[in-house]
């Protein structure tokens, strides 16, 4: 059977009779084949290849004018390495060239640059977070403002200065915080010793607090003491101590707006050496940034960051709320501070026009002639100047706003926003559509009970400096319009690391897509986050886009 399959299987592969006239023919030479011959070489396809190429390079060779001994004397190893040694040197030195550009390239700190009015920012692998900004730019950058060890102090006793001056800081709590940062800065610019400053009770707070009411006065001093000489009162042997900001001979009232370092040295050291006791009034921004000398800025975050601290029970009440907000949910969770710049006095001060009725509308331009007279004159041109504020993004967000640009960001509904806002005009109907797309919003007045707060109350800017902590140390901060309390909490998140977000709504364009009607809600997102990409307090020059208040990276921050 095996036998048969064998001859049946023989038969199928030779059906052909042709093929198998051919394979009869082939077996009877291999059998004719003396056993001692062998069988002759075939050889394999690249031995073809081979045999081409070798005629190639023959006719190529015979090609040339030079024969097969001037080709190797031409292309001897001694020229071979006379050519080949200036080749490498040249390659040796373009590398050391480039090396460092490369190296810097590699290890260069996350750092944006701004084009016209366009931020541009490294890109980064990682996915956007709604809490967090890009891991690189919290670590390319650290603070730097505080004293050096190897730094040698030069101050003269307190009474071999130049002499004395004192400041009256006006404004409310931040705009005198300001002021207190660069009244130190003066003293060191002509080495004279400085007064504590005076808190000037503000038209608008009605407060009237101390310095030592709100901030540490022993660690200010202290801390200060290898850069200034500060002392907490007048000098008892100066006669005129109740006439001192009164007394035209000595007050220095000509000092311009961010004037200079030199100005200072020419036209006020003069006078404090003549009179030994001067009073700096005005002295709102009365300080440049650029024109003033690099050690000079970083005294003055020195100042603000480590020198300026509230009191202890500030300071308690602060983590308390914190704690509180943090653990809303019953757990740990992150949390938003939202900065509402819509009080009566910001409405009106902005001349701009919201939706209200018409006896609202009648009140506010009523509370306007009365408070600025002179702006609002007979009124009849307010209308067309709103109208341009508003085109020009120069008017406060509303809180309905402020609550589609949040969503539109990608912010849930169940996010836990702590609210810092003085009483919101129009009060609850004002509030409406925030509160009800995002529900989870809180105040002090809320995470806190009467007796908590009935000690602080006493001074307004007590409760401002609760606010101010709170949102220093939330996730997210978010500005609604312009002000000394939203650019300090900015300049201060920025100086702890660049990790919290600070997100500064661009309300220019928004105020383009806000009022589009036509504009759909896929394409108005798509506007927000293209946006807001870059403005959430990333890494990037002070100069001269910011003052060192709002981002103290060029003169107070250093590279990791």
Same mark, same amino acid.
């Given at each position: 059977?095996?036998e048969?399959?064998?001859?049946?299987?023989t038969?199928?592969s030779?059906s052909?009779p042709m093929?198998?006239d051919?394979?009869a023919?082939?077996?009877?030479?291999e059998?004719?084949r003396?056993?001692?011959?062998a069988?002759p070489?075939?050889?394999?396809?690249?031995?073809?290849?081979?045999?081409r190429?070798?005629?190639?390079?023959?006719?190529l060779?015979?090609?040339l004018?030079?024969?097969?001994?001037?080709?190797s004397?031409f292309?001897?190893?001694?020229?071979?390495?006379?050519l080949?040694?200036?080749?490498?040197?040249?390659?040796?030195f373009?590398a050391?060239?480039?090396?460092?550009? !490369?190296w810097?390239? !590699?290890? $260069?700190?996350?750092l944006?640059?701004r084009e016209d009015?366009v931020?541009?920012?490294p890109?980064?692998?990682?996915?956007?977070?709604?809490?967090?900004?890009p891991?690189?730019?919290?670590?390319?950058?650290?603070?730097? $403002?505080?004293?050096r060890?190897?730094?040698v102090?030069? &101050?003269p006793?307190e009474?071999?200065?130049?002499?004395?001056?004192?400041?009256?800081?006006?404004? *409310? &709590?931040?705009q005198?915080?300001?002021?207190?940062?660069n009244?130190?800065?003066?003293?060191?610019i002509?080495n004279?010793?400085l007064?504590?400053?005076?808190l000037?009770?503000d038209?608008i707070?009605?407060?009237q607090?101390?310095?030592?009411?709100?901030?540490?006065?022993?660690?200010?001093?202290?801390y200060?003491?290898?850069d200034?000489?500060?002392?907490?009162?007048?000098?008892?042997?100066?006669?005129?101590r109740?006439?001192?900001?009164?007394s035209?001979?000595?007050?220095?009232?000509?000092?311009?707006?961010y004037?200079?370092?030199?100005?200072?040295?020419?036209?006020?050291l003069p006078r404090?050496?003549?009179?030994? %006791?001067m009073a700096?009034?005005?002295?709102?921004?009365?300080l440049?940034?650029?024109n003033?000398?690099?050690?000079?800025?970083?005294?003055?975050c020195?100042?603000?960051?480590?020198a300026?601290?509230?009191?202890?029970d500030?300071?308690?009440?602060?983590?308390k %709320?914190?704690?509180?907000?943090?653990?809303?949910?019953?757990?740990?969770?992150?949390y938003?501070?939202?900065?509402?710049r819509?009080?009566k *006095?910001?409405?009106g001060?902005?001349f701009?026009?919201?939706?209200?009725?018409?006896?609202?509308?009648?009140?506010?331009?009523?509370?306007?002639k009365k408070?600025?007279p002179r702006?609002?004159?007979? #009124?009849?041109? /307010?209308?067309?100047?709103?109208l341009?504020?508003r085109?020009? #993004?120069r008017?406060?967000?509303e809180?309905?706003?402020?609550?589609v640009?949040?969503?539109?960001?990608g912010?849930?509904?169940?996010?836990?926003?702590?609210?810092a806002?003085?009483q919101?005009? *129009? #009060?609850l109907?004002?509030?409406?559509?925030?509160r009800?797309?995002f529900?989870?919003?809180?105040t002090?007045e809320? /995470?806190?009970s009467k007796?908590? &707060?009935?000690?602080l109350?006493?001074?307004?800017?007590?409760?401002?400096? /609760?606010?101010?902590?709170?949102c220093?140390k939330?996730?997210?901060?978010?500005?609604?319009?312009?002000?000394n309390?939203?650019?300090?909490?900015m300049? $201060?998140?920025?100086?702890?690391g660049?990790r919290l977000?600070s997100?500064?709504?661009?309300k220019? %364009?928004?105020?383009?897509s806000l009022?589009?009607?036509?504009l759909?809600w896929?394409?108005f997102?798509?506007?927000?986050?293209?946006?807001?990409?870059?403005k959430?307090?990333?890494?990037?020059?002070?100069?001269?886009?910011?003052?060192l208040y709002e981002?103290? &990276?060029?003169?107070?921050?250093?590279?990791?």
């Open positions: 059977m095996a048969l399959r064998h001859q049946s299987s038969v199928r030779s052909s093929k198998r051919e394979d023919a082939a077996k009877a030479r059998e004719d003396p056993e001692d011959e069988e070489y075939r050889p394999h396809r690249h031995y073809h290849i081979r045999e190429t070798r005629s190639f390079v023959s006719r060779r015979s090609s004018p030079y024969g097969r001994d001037q080709l004397r292309y001897s190893p001694e020229l071979f390495v006379k080949f040694f200036p080749v490498a040197v040249v390659f040796v373009l050391f060239i480039s090396a460092p550009i !490369l810097n390239r !590699l290890t $260069a700190p996350y944006c640059t009015i931020l541009r920012c890109s980064v692998k990682e996915p956007p977070s709604l809490w967090e900004n891991h690189s730019a919290t670590t390319s950058w650290k603070p730097c $403002a505080e004293r060890p190897d730094e102090s030069f &101050l006793p009474n071999e200065t130049t002499g004395y001056i004192l400041v009256q800081a006006e404004g *409310g &709590l931040n005198q915080r300001i002021a207190i940062c009244a130190v800065a003066v003293a060191k002509m004279a010793t007064i504590l400053p005076l000037k009770q038209q707070w009605k407060d607090t101390k310095f030592e009411d709100i901030f540490d006065v022993n660690h200010f001093i202290e200060l003491k290898d200034v000489q500060i002392v907490r009162d007048i000098p008892d042997w100066f006669p005129e109740a006439e001192l900001f009164t035209i001979r000595r007050t220095v009232k000509n000092i311009p707006k004037a200079s370092a030199q100005f200072y040295i020419d036209n006020v404090i050496k003549e009179k030994k %006791i700096l009034k005005p002295f709102v921004d009365r440049g940034y650029e003033v000398p690099p050690e000079i800025n970083r005294l003055r020195r100042v603000n960051y480590h300026l601290k509230f009191l202890p500030i300071e308690e009440m602060a983590e %709320i914190y704690v509180r907000m943090r653990n809303r949910t019953g757990s740990p969770s992150p938003m501070a939202l900065h509402l819509f009080e *006095g910001m409405v001060l902005s701009c026009d919201f939706v209200g009725t018409r006896e609202e509308k009648a009140m506010m331009a009523a509370y306007r408070e600025w702006r609002y004159k007979d #009124g009849s041109h /307010l209308w067309q100047t709103a341009e504020k085109k020009e #993004g008017c406060p967000l809180p309905g706003e402020v609550a640009i949040l969503r539109a960001m912010y849930p509904k169940e996010t836990q926003i702590y609210v806002s003085g919101v005009y *129009g #009060g109907n004002r509030m409406a559509p925030l009800n797309m529900p989870n919003l809180v002090k809320d /995470l806190t007796d908590e &707060l009935e000690g109350k006493k001074h307004v800017t007590s409760l401002a400096a /609760l606010d101010f902590l709170v220093l939330a996730d997210v901060f978010v500005m609604t319009h312009g002000g309390f939203a650019k300090l909490i300049g $201060a998140r920025r100086y702890k660049h977000k997100i500064k709504p661009d220019n %364009i928004m105020a383009k009022g589009d009607p036509f759909g896929a394409n997102v798509e506007d927000v986050l293209i946006a807001h990409e870059t959430t307090g990333l890494p990037e020059p002070s100069f001269p886009q910011y003052d981002n103290p &990276l060029t003169p107070c921050m250093c590279r990791t």
